[in-house]
């Protein structure tokens, strides 16, 4: 019976799907910022963050309101994350409707979400609906390319 419940499970939550939405959320919980917090801090959660990304990972942003940028790579990436969390005071991020659907080789998955960002303590969030590609590299799910979605409204 117990083997049965356990065989349940595994059809009804995937062990990939589980580790990515982990994954996401641990990515966003290290993109904020507490009020006030210590620079040095600031710098190695730009670090840790990045560590969610594969080494080549792209990023295609084209945010309301902001330019539009690409980044390619790590380093690149490391570099505006520093930037951008050196600038903030206080950051929430929150991660919502998020659908991932794993490929069939089980080493790629695409995953579909919006993300919301408050930032400096603001009550007006920045609401961006985000498309990633994701890659198993070492038996990790990694970031591997980030789109913003446009909606009908931009």
Same mark, same amino acid.
């Given at each position: 019976m117990l083997a049965l419940g356990f065989w349940i499970l595994q059809i009804l939550f995937p062990g990939d799907e589980k580790r990515i939405r982990k994954m996401l959320a641990e990515a966003a919980q290290t993109a904020g910022i @507490?009020?006030?917090?210590?620079?040095?801090? @600031?710098?190695?959660?730009? !670090? @840790?963050?990045?560590?969610?990304?594969?080494?080549?990972?792209?990023? !295609?942003?084209?945010?309301?309101?902001?330019?539009?940028?690409?980044?390619?790579?790590?380093?690149?990436?490391?570099?505006?994350?520093?930037?951008?969390?050196? =600038?903030?005071? +206080?950051?929430?991020?929150?991660?919502? +409707?998020?659908?991932?659907?794993?490929?069939?080789? @089980?080493?790629?998955?695409?995953?579909?979400?919006?993300?919301?960002?408050?930032?400096?303590?603001? =009550?007006?969030p920045m609401v961006q609906e985000l498309k990633l590609q994701l890659r198993k590299i070492d038996g990790h799910w990694k970031i591997a390319q980030v789109e913003t979605v446009k909606t009908l409204g931009m």
């Amino acid at each position: 019976m117990l083997a049965l419940g356990f065989w349940i499970l595994q059809i009804l939550f995937p062990g990939d799907e589980k580790r990515i939405r982990k994954m996401l959320a641990e990515a966003a919980q290290t993109a904020g910022i @507490k009020a006030n917090e210590n620079p040095l801090f @600031k710098l190695a959660a730009a !670090k @840790k963050l990045v560590g969610f990304f594969s080494p080549d990972a792209v990023l !295609k942003l084209d945010v309301s309101g902001v330019d539009a940028r690409s980044i390619n790579g790590r380093d690149d990436l490391l570099q505006a994350v520093a930037a951008a969390l050196a =600038s903030l005071q +206080e950051a929430r991020i929150q991660l919502r +409707e998020i659908h991932v659907n794993v490929g069939p080789d @089980k080493q790629s998955a695409t995953a579909q979400l919006v993300a919301t960002a408050y930032l400096n303590g603001g =009550s007006d969030p920045m609401v961006q609906e985000l498309k990633l590609q994701l890659r198993k590299i070492d038996g990790h799910w990694k970031i591997a390319q980030v789109e913003t979605v446009k909606t009908l409204g931009m």
